[in-house]
Nanobody, 117 residues
Framework: QVQLVESGGGFVQAGGSLRLSCVAS????????MAWYRQAPGKQRDLVAT???????NYADSVKGRFTISRDNAKNTVYLQMNNVNPEDTAIYYC???????????WGQGTQVTVSS
């Protein structure tokens, strides 16, 4: 049974930075593309960024140039560095495998990011 545990969220002012982490336990992590998603209040969960097993990355237009996804396969961990955040980035952030490629794991609890203007 795979467990995803996200952390690193919090309150931050517009223009600030946060680094999110997601640890995946109970899986062969290194061979899979991983992704970060976010869900704002009253909205659907959206894909934010992906990273392949080889480290190739892709980003939603709304975060391109501000967010950076990375991974440490030895630690079964994927990161999301968030820079120059704005209030529209306020959401609960989750990690998982991309639904377009794989059957997804059960969702973790996510980590709340709140950006004040």
């Amino acid at each position: 049974q795979v467990q995803l545990v996200e952390s690193g969220g919090g309150f931050v002012q517009a223009g600030g930075s946060l680094r999110l982490s997601c640890v995946a336990s109970g899986s062969i992590f290194s061979g899979y593309t991983m992704a970060w998603y976010r869900q704002a209040p009253g909205k659907q969960r959206d894909l934010v960024a992906t990273i392949t097993s080889a480290g190739r990355t892709n980003y939603a237009d709304s975060v391109k140039g501000r967010f950076t996804i990375s991974r440490d396969n030895a630690k079964n961990t994927v990161y999301l560095q968030m820079n120059n955040v704005n209030p529209e980035d306020t959401a609960i952030y989750y990690c998982n495998r991309p639904s377009s490629l794989y059957e997804q794991y059960g969702w973790g609890q996510g980590t709340q990011v709140t950006v004040s203007s």
